[in-house]
């Protein structure tokens, strides 16, 4: 099922999304469906909060299959690279954001089953986009940042 896709200023997208408990039949369905919403909108990352649920789930399809992560972590990262990055609730809006090159991540996957993996490229840069909105950060606070550090 297509969920509706939520856009800036909506609060929730601000919020700090709460852990998974347990991986239950209800958590499957919504990153089902987040996956159909993701593809329909042509994006190749979604994280809960954006369909409306303050919840630690994401979901990535940067051209390699889908992965699903519950309560997704970043352990380490390495490197930096710089490249241009959009947002599914901020239509219309592309910018270049710096961020770590290499990513390791450990989450559940739908299984309820602890996984680790390591991403590098567009993977690791979807990855940091997406955990960060579990934490009620968007893209486009880095563009801040970055100006604050040229000065
Ligand atoms: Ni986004």
Same mark, same amino acid.
């Given at each position: 099922m297509i969920l509706p896709l939520i856009t800036v200023p909506d609060p929730i997208l601000r919020q700090k999304a709460r852990p998974v408990k347990k991986v239950s039949k209800r958590i499957r369905t919504l990153a089902q469906n987040m996956l159909e919403t993701m593809y329909d909108a042509e994006g190749v990352g979604l994280a809960a909060p954006q369909v409306g /649920?303050?919840?630690r789930v994401i979901v990535i399809d940067v051209g390699q299959g889908p992965l699903v992560l519950i309560n997704?972590?970043? /352990?380490s990262k390495s490197g930096q690279e710089r490249d241009v990055e959009g947002c599914l609730s901020i239509p219309g809006r592309r910018a270049y954001v710096t961020r770590a090159a290499k990513v390791k991540v450990t989450g559940l996957n739908l299984e309820g089953k602890k996984i680790e993996l390591e991403g590098e490229g567009i993977l690791a840069r979807a990855l940091q986009h997406e955990i960060e909105h579990l934490d009620g950060?968007?893209?486009?606070?880095h563009l801040a940042e970055e100006r604050e550090e040229k000065r």
């Open positions: /649920v303050a919840e997704p972590k970043l /352990v950060i968007l893209f486009i606070d």
